[in-house]
């Protein structure tokens, strides 16, 4: 159970450690930096939801051999309506945007900006949760390697992620202490779901596949809504795809190695 709750924490401390760097640097991130760090996180968000999420789905389902594509069509499905639900219910604001998402509120701008970014934390959280929760009931296709790696993977994501919100709010005049706050608070969701995932993994392991493809859906959906466009704006970089890339391989390379 240690290693369960470890492997939960990793994730959330990537982004308390990337949410420290206001703390410790003067001037706000440039567009370019920006650019660089989400173009990071959405080619390890790619990579795990292909090698450690979706991959895995489609080899429990392989005795159902011509149709074992269904559960994990299905669960993809489920988890880009489920963001895309979120995203309609729940008041938030993107950084580069003017004009808030979801139903009206007063909510101050900075609360809207953390929401942002605390509702597409909860995918991060629940894949976690699902493979940990998988390992906990003996699932032959993940094995703890293969959970550290996603762990790993997550953490290594956040890190930018955790800087992409502090950085900003704190330009925008929020104090130091107060923003890193913001961005530890910000990821405080993800050990809390994947906690939730794994208590009730009784529960889960019938439905394993869709579970797995639901949260790679679900991240999917949140690297082309947020972190592409993101990677993509202002003045035209290749800086972007190249940290895409990076950040596709190290995940990569972390799931096969560590498998």
Known sequence: MNEIVLGLLIPFVGTAAGAACVLGMKSALSQGVQKALSGFAAGVMVAASIWSLLLP???QCSHLKKWAFLPAFT???????????????????????????GPKSRLARTTMLVLAVTLHNIPEGMAVGVVYAGLRCGSAEITTGAALALALGIAIQNFPEGAIISMPLHAEGTGKRKAFCYGVLSGAVEPLFGLLT???????????????????????YVVVEELIPDMAAGEHSHVGVLLFALGFTIMM??????S
């Open 75 to 101: 669960g993809f499905w489920l988890g880009i309506l489920f963001l895309l639900l979120l995203d309609h219910v729940i008041p938030h604001l993107h950084r580069n945007a003017k004009t808030a998402e």
């Open 198 to 220: 794994v208590l009730a993994a009784g529960m889960i392991v019938p439905i394993m596949p869709y579970l797995l493809s639901f949260a790679a859906g679900a991240m999917l």
């Open 253 to 258: 390379a972390l799931d096969v190695a560590l």
């Open 57 to 59: 789905a489609l080899e």
